[in-house]
């Protein structure tokens, strides 16, 4: 009888483990895969020269390829953003091109991103709030880099709006504060430099 109950938990045991196993093969496999697309999406891109906005369009019209990417280097981020109207440009799933945002030219645009904070897969921008005034971020767009650097960090009312008031490229980043559930946090970041890549 004994040696059965140890058959048992050891079998439990040995499940739990190949369920484990495979969870975080997954997940390996998942980041491969990013980085993959990141890669290519750069790699693509950086032999576009000066693309007028109906050569962008034609280039991203397939939706699972990559809009854009962002880089935080300080949060050991890099991640695609999609175009606004790809079912992926959802917050549940990805880092989401806000609305009414659509890039023409970075140098003059605003560009608003938000993306989930916690600790799901999916909480892209968990560690946001470790941004401190002048960091920079990094934002990859047919063929140009643009650096933006952090110049506001505050918290608004969590109500889906976002008061924009500048007139000059401004990059966005939002999510849920950490610290209150009624707040979100905006991360205010003005364009630096840009170049090719």
Not at 51 to 61: A, P, R, T, Y
Not at 88 to 97: A, G, M, R
Not at 161 to 171: F, N, P, Q
């Amino acid at each position: 009888m004994l040696n059965m109950k140890i058959i048992n938990r050891l079998t439990i045991g040995l499940i739990i483990f190949l369920v484990l196993c495979m969870i975080i093969d997954k997940e390996s496999q998942d980041r491969k895969l990013v980085q993959s697309n990141v890669s290519s999406y750069l790699n693509n891109t950086s032999s576009i020269s000066q693309i007028d906005n109906s050569e962008s369009n034609k280039h991203f019209e397939n939706e699972e390829e990559y809009y854009a990417i962002l880089e935080i280097p300080k949060l050991n981020l890099k991640r695609g953003i999609y175009n606004y109207e790809s079912k992926l440009n959802n917050v549940d799933k990805n880092i989401t091109l806000l609305a009414p945002t659509k890039i023409n030219d970075v140098g003059k645009d605003i560009i608003v991103l938000a993306a989930h904070s916690g600790s799901s897969k999916i909480s892209f921008f968990h560690n946001l709030d470790n941004l401190n005034l002048y960091d920079s971020i990094y934002f990859y767009y047919a063929g140009w880099k643009y650096e933006f650097k952090v110049i506001a960090k505050y918290e608004i009312a969590k109500d889906g709006t976002l008061e924009i008031t500048k007139e000059e490229a401004i990059l966005y980043l939002t999510t849920c504060s950490e610290q209150s559930k009624i707040k979100q946090l905006v991360i205010e970041s003005k364009l630096e430099s840009s170049s090719k890549y």
